[in-house]
C-alpha cells in the first residue's frame, strides 16, 4: 500500500513489534512527495530514518504528534530529537498535545463538576465507562 498513498497516518499502539515499524526501507517504498502523520508514539517510526526521508526525500513532509525525547530538570531546553527536526521546512510538531486548549480543559471540568452535582443529587452519571 504504501506506494500508492498520498497520506500515511500512524496511529498505532507501541509495542515490541511496531517499535521502529516505519523504517527507511518502508520509507523507500513510500510514494515521493507523500506526508507521514504521527499521532501515535514516536518510536513506531525510525528517527534517523525519518529525518532522511524528509531531507533528502522521498517524503513531502511530516505532522509529529510525537516527541522522541523530553525535557528533564536536568535538561530543561532538551529538543524533542536528536535530530534537527525542527530546521526544516516540510515538519511540523506538536508534543502529543495538539488536541489540548483552554476550551478543552473548561469542558473536561465542566463534566467532572456536573457529575459531582449528579453524584450529589443521586442522578444517574454521563460518560461512564463499564466493564462487562
Given at each position: 500500500m504504501l506506494p500508492l498513498c498520498d497520506t500515511v497516518l500512524i496511529?498505532?499502539?507501541?509495542?515490541?513489534?511496531?517499535?521502529?515499524?516505519?523504517d527507511a526501507r518502508r520509507f523507500a517504498?513510500?510514494?515521493?512527495?507523500a506526508l507521514l502523520i504521527n499521532v501515535a508514539r514516536a518510536?513506531?517510526?525510525?528517527?534517523?530514518?525519518?529525518?532522511a526521508a524528509l531531507k533528502n526525500g522521498p517524503l513531502g513532509g511530516a505532522a509529529l504528534d510525537v516527541w522522541w525525547q523530553y525535557p528533564t530538570q536536568a535538561?530543561?531546553?532538551?529538543?524533542?530529537?536528536r535530530r534537527p527536526f525542527h530546521e526544516l521546512p516540510n515538519v511540523l510538531m506538536t508534543?502529543?498535545?495538539?488536541?489540548?486548549?483552554?476550551?478543552m480543559a473548561e469542558r473536561r471540568w465542566s463534566v467532572v463538576a456536573?457529575?459531582?452535582?449528579?453524584f450529589a443529587?443521586?442522578?444517574p452519571l454521563e460518560n461512564l465507562v463499564l466493564q462487562t
Open positions: 496511529a498505532c499502539a507501541l509495542a515490541p513489534e511496531t517499535t521502529g515499524l516505519i517504498l513510500m510514494k515521493p512527495g518510536r513506531i517510526v525510525d528517527e534517523d530514518a525519518l529525518y535538561e530543561p531546553d532538551r529538543r524533542p530529537s508534543p502529543h498535545c495538539a488536541s489540548s486548549s483552554d476550551a456536573g457529575n459531582l452535582d449528579r443529587r443521586g442522578e
